[in-house]
Nanobody, 127 residues
């Protein structure tokens, strides 16, 4: 599965932004999808995920009250709706999919367990 993330840009604090992740290749609805971000000189951070099939949602505590993950399987696209953006949200945002099979003890929250990544889209939040 190939992913292409888009929607980043320069935004003011308090604004909202929607990121998109377009998938191509194999059946998108068969995969869990997640969003991560990596700020300057920081580790890659899990933000949100939606599991295939059950559509169970996962959120990090740092964004659960402001960000919403969704997917539109008909459009092969996942979204990250970001509200109330803060300067500390400045980062490169990545979408990921093709999670390792459960037999490997995979977790939707672990970046190491995803095999396909988008190229990242930069979000810069100014105060």
């Amino acid at each position: 599965v190939q992913l292409q993330a888009s929607g980043g840009g320069l935004v003011q604090a308090g604004a909202s932004r929607r990121l998109s992740c377009l998938a191509s290749g194999r059946a998108f609805n068969s995969y869990s999808v997640a969003w991560f971000r990596q700020g300057p000189e920081k580790e890659r951070e899990f933000l949100a995920a939606v599991r295939y099939g059950t559509s169970r949602l996962y959120y990090s505590d740092s964004v659960k009250d402001r960000f919403i993950i969704s997917r539109d399987n008909a459009k092969n696209t996942a979204y990250l709706h970001m509200n109330g953006l803060k300067p500390e949200d400045t980062a490169v945002y990545y979408c990921a999919t093709d999670l390792l099979e459960p037999a490997y003890g995979s977790s939707e929250l672990d970046s190491a367990d995803y095999r396909s990544w988008g190229q990242g889209t930069q979000v810069t939040v100014t105060s």
